[in-house]
Each structure stands twice: as structure tokens, then as C-alpha cells.
């Protein structure tokens, strides 16, 4: 969990959501490695076949026209109200069964943010500092 939490920090740091069109929805860009799924048991990769990507390729899109979205290539959609991360494998793999995907984390600060920028950004700085420094402390110990 502390892993995605500082994920999402990250994401909103960096600038990787923007706001779309529609109310409650972002957009988080992605990273390079998307098409690499990862179990949740043992963090290894799946072995996935192309015919899996495709026909989960076919299922976002058909998503994208049931919600009314505008699909944006390289970015992922994700609604900040329900937890649907649309076109996230983290989303589809672990549902609703745990928290929600860091990508709508990130576009949860972001829309924070729309209120009051700059505390958001400070305290977010601050909560990623707090989180190094006591991961620092844990290896200088050992």
C-alpha cells in the first residue's frame, strides 16, 4: 500500500493528470511498460497472448462508448467518485476487492488541487520527504 500511495504522489507531481471533459473523469498518462501485467500473489509477470490484449483492447473501447468518453491514446481514464480506472489492468484485475488503482489516486489530488494548488502540492512534497527519510532511517539501522 505504501508503495502505491507514493506512486501516486509521484504522478501528480510530475504533471501526469490532466482533466477531461467530463465531470469526475482525468486522465493519467501511462507508463512505457503498460502492457506488462503483474500478479498480485508473487509480482511476476503474467504471461498474456496477444489474442488476450486484443480482446481486452476491444473491451475498453466498448467501455469508452457505454460511458461516453473520449479515448485518449497513451493515458489512462479513470473516474474519481466511482474508482473505475478504465484501461487499468490493476483496476481489472483487483476490482473493487481493494483499494482504488494509484492512477485515481493521482487524479484524486489532482482534483483537490483545483481548489487550492499550492497546499496541495506542499503537503504532498512533504508527505513523500517524510516517507524517504524514514525509509532512510530503515537501512541506515540495518
Known amino acids: ?3 502505491r500511495l507514493n506512486f501516486r504522489r509521484l504522478y501528480f507531481l510530475l504533471g501526469m493528470v490532466e482533466k477531461s471533459d467530463y465531470p469526475n473523469y482525468f486522465y493519467v498518462k501511462k507508463n512505457k511498460n503498460v502492457d506488462i501485467i503483474y500478479s498480485p500473489y508473487d509480482n511476476q509477470p ?4 496477444n ?3 486484443q480482446n481486452l483492447d476491444l473491451l ?3 467501455t469508452f462508448k457505454n460511458h461516453n468518453i473520449q479515448e485518449k491514446d497513451g493515458y489512462y481514464i479513470t473516474n474519481i467518485i466511482t474508482g473505475e480506472c478504465l ?3 490493476d483496476f481489472i484485475w483487483n476490482g473493487s476487492f481493494r483499494d482504488v488503482c494509484k492512477h485515481c489516486h493521482s487524479a ?3 482534483a483537490k488541487s483545483l481548489e487550492n494548488y499550492d497546499n496541495v502540492v506542499d503537503e504532498t512534497k512533504k508527505e513523500l520527504v517524510i516517507y524517504f527519510k524514514n525509509k532512510q ?3 541506515l539501522q540495518d
Open 1 to 3: 500500500m505504501l508503495r
Open 46 to 49: 503474467l504471461n498474456t497472448e
Open 51 to 53: 489474442t488476450i490484449m
Open 60 to 62: 475498453f473501447k466498448q
Open 87 to 89: 484501461n487499468c489492468f
Open 108 to 110: 484524486r489530488i489532482f
Open 137 to 139: 532511517r530503515i537501512y
